[in-house]
C-alpha cells in the first residue's frame, strides 16, 4: 500500500487494496447515479461510458493522480454531457432537420451583403419568446436554408420545441390531414412548436387550397409562436406563389406585422468554383423587392424591420 506523504492528499481509502477497490466503485458508480436519480435502473448511456472509463479512473485513483471526488466530477459531467447531447440529438430529429448547420460553418465574407452582427443577434432567440417572424429572403444557393437550420438547432439547444418543414411538405401534411379529418388536431400540433421553419417558399407552386390551409395554420400561431420563413421571391409574387391574391395578402398581413426581414443580396454558395460558367443573367441578381408595409384595420401599427430601415 502506498501512502501519499507530500503534496495535497488525494482521497485514501484504508484497508486491502480489493476494499479499496469497492469504495472507489461506489464512488464512482453508485454515487453518479442515485444522483442523477438512476440508483436501480442506470442508463445504457452511463453503462457504455463507464465501462472503459471505471478502469481507467481506477488506474488513476491507484496512481495518486485523480482523487475520489475529482473522479465522481468527472463521471458526472461525462453522464451530464452524454445526457444533453441525447437530448438535443432526439430534438433534432423530432424537429426533422434534414441536415445540420451551424453558424460556425457560415462564411459571412462570403455574403457581404447579409450583417453578420443581425444574424447573431436573431442566434440569441428573443424573436422566440417575442413570437416574431424572421423571414430569409434571397436568390438560390445564398445560404437561407442553412441560416434557418443554423437558428433552429440553436433555438433545440436551448430547449425551444422546433419543427423544420418545407412549404411544400408542409402543406401536403396538412392536406391529407384535411382528407383524414385531422385537419383540426394537426393544425394544434404544429402550432405548439415554439418556432416552426417553413423553407422554400417559392420553389414550387402551391397546390390549389394549400395557400388557405397555410394560412390557417399561420393564424393560428399568429402573435402565439415564432417562425423563420425562407425564399427566393419577393413578397409582391405572393399572390403568384400561392395561386390566390387574397390569399396571399391575408398571408403577408399576419406575417409582417412583428417581422425581421433579413434579404442576402449575393452569389450562389454552390457556384463559387465555377462562377465563370454561369451566365451573367444567374449570376447577378435583381433585389428582391421590400415589403410592402401591412395595412391593419383596428390595430396600433406593427413592428416591422428590414435590412433597409436597419441598415
Ligand atoms: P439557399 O437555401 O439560399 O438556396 P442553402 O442554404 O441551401 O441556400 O446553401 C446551399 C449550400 O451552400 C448549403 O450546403 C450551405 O450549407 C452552403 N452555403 C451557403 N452559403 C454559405 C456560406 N456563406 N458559408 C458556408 N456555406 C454556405
Ligand atoms: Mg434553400
Do not use: C
Request: avoid cysteine; aromatic fraction near 6%.
Amino acid at each position: 500500500m502506498v501512502e501519499g506523504d507530500a503534496g495535497p492528499e488525494p482521497l485514501r481509502v484504508p484497508g486491502s487494496r480489493w476494499a479499496r477497490i469497492a469504495v472507489v466503485l461506489l464512488v464512482a458508480v453508485v454515487v453518479p447515479s442515485a444522483l442523477v436519480g438512476l440508483v436501480v435502473v442506470r442508463s445504457p448511456e452511463f453503462s457504455r461510458l463507464d465501462e472503459p472509463a471505471h478502469s481507467d479512473y481506477l488506474r488513476r485513483i491507484e496512481q495518486g493522480e485523480i482523487d475520489g471526488i475529482g473522479a465522481l466530477d468527472q463521471i458526472l459531467i461525462e453522464e451530464l454531457t452524454l445526457r444533453e447531447n441525447r437530448r438535443v440529438k432526439t430534438a433534432l430529429l423530432m424537429a426533422r432537420l434534414t441536415a445540420i448547420k451551424t453558424l460556425q460553418g457560415f462564411d459571412f465574407a462570403f455574403q457581404p451583403s447579409l450583417d453578420r452582427n443581425r444574424v447573431l443577434a436573431l442566434a440569441e432567440l428573443k424573436f422566440i419568446d417575442r413570437a416574431e417572424v424572421v423571414h430569409l429572403l434571397g436568390p438560390p444557393g445564398t445560404g437561407k436554408s442553412h441560416l434557418a437550420t443554423a437558428l433552429a438547432v440553436e433555438a433545440v439547444k436551448a430547449g425551444h420545441s422546433v419543427v423544420f418543414s418545407t412549404l411544400a411538405d408542409l402543406i401536403a401534411s396538412l392536406a391529407k390531414a384535411e382528407r383524414d379529418g385531422t385537419l383540426h388536431e394537426r393544425i394544434r400540433y404544429l402550432s405548439r412548436a415554439s418556432l416552426l421553419v417553413v423553407d422554400e417558399i417559392g420553389y414550387l407552386p402551391v397546390v390549389p387550397g394549400g395557400g388557405n390551409l397555410f394560412f390557417q395554420l399561420v393564424n393560428a400561431r399568429y402573435e402565439k409562436s415564432a417562425m423563420i420563413l425562407t425564399s427566393n421571391r419577393g413578397f409582391a409574387e405572393w399572390g403568384e406563389v400561392f395561386g390566390d391574391p387574397v390569399v396571399a395578402t391575408a398571408l403577408l398581413d399576419r406575417l409582417l406585422h412583428h417581422a425581421v426581414v433579413i434579404q442576402i443580396e449575393g452569389a450562389s454558395y454552390r457556384l463559387r468554383q465555377h462562377a465563370d460558367l454561369v451566365p451573367e443573367h444567374v449570376r447577378s441578381k435583381a433585389l428582391i423587392a421590400p415589403p410592402p408595409a401591412p395595412r391593419r384595420r383596428g390595430r396600433p401599427p406593427g413592428k416591422t424591420t428590414t435590412d433597409h430601415d436597419n441598415g
